[in-house]
């Protein structure tokens, strides 16, 4: 399944958001194993998991569901009118 991990970065000074295009069997799959590996390094005391190689805290690996987006549901989130 295509997917879209949308991910906000930066602090007061600056900051943006990475859109990472991803295929996964499903984007229920890919949750799951996200709050595995995120469960796995929380036993081992570790503050953070790579996740499509970029590395998150716990924390926010914590609410990637709200971060995983199928493509049409990336796109009715994100697509804006034009006016001719």
């Known amino acids: 399944m295509q997917l879209i991990y949308s991910y906000d970065w930066g602090d007061e000074s600056c900051g943006g958001v990475e859109i990472i295009p991803f295929e996964y069997s499903s984007k229920e799959d890919f949750i799951k194993d996200v709050f595995i590996k995120m469960k796995d390094a929380i036993k081992k005391g570790v503050g953070a ?14 609410h990637i569901k709200y971060s995983v987006f199928t493509l049409e549901e990336w796109f009715e989130k994100n697509k804006r009118e034009f006016k001719k």
């Open 49 to 62: 998991i790579l996740v499509l190689d970029y590395p998150l805290s716990i924390d926010i690996a914590s």
